[in-house]
């Protein structure tokens, strides 16, 4: 199960360090609107995928809150299918669908996921609160 904070689920961004204080940055600022992740994962770790109005606690690298946010949309596709209005969303400068595409591949990849055209993504939408 992944971590709690007051009975909510939490969202913690890429890997600790320089990468997780980026990323939260850009939420906080607004530019980050999105996140993905991998659907296996899920069943690995016994969680049901995120719901549209689910509040999730924003942690940084200290597990400490930094904000919370509301899930406004969950779509399930292909690692190909993606589009790139979501990559967009992630608010991560990715100048084309195929340019998110090759950094999510090398970041599931280093986390030692091997990631195919069919892999099943789980795109979260979310609005700061």
């Known amino acids: 199960m992944w971590p709690r904070v007051d009975g909510l689920r939490t969202l913690e961004l890429g890997h600790a360090g320089e990468q997780r204080d980026r990323l939260n940055g850009y939420v906080l600022h607004g530019s980050k609107r999105a996140t993905a992740g991998i659907a296996d994962e899920y069943a690995e770790e016994g969680e049901a995928l995120e719901h549209v109005g689910e509040r999730l606690v924003l942690l940084d690298n200290d597990g400490a809150e930094v904000g919370r946010v509301e899930v406004t949309g969950v779509v399930v ?17 990715f100048a084309s669908v195929d340019d998110w595409r090759e950094g999510h591949r090398r970041y599931w990849e280093r986390e030692g996921r091997s990631i195919g055209a069919d892999t099943q993504i789980v795109c979260i939408s979310f609005d700061l609160l």
């Open 77 to 93: 596709r292909r690692f190909e299918d993606v589009p790139f209005e979501f990559a967009d969303a992630e608010g991560e400068g």
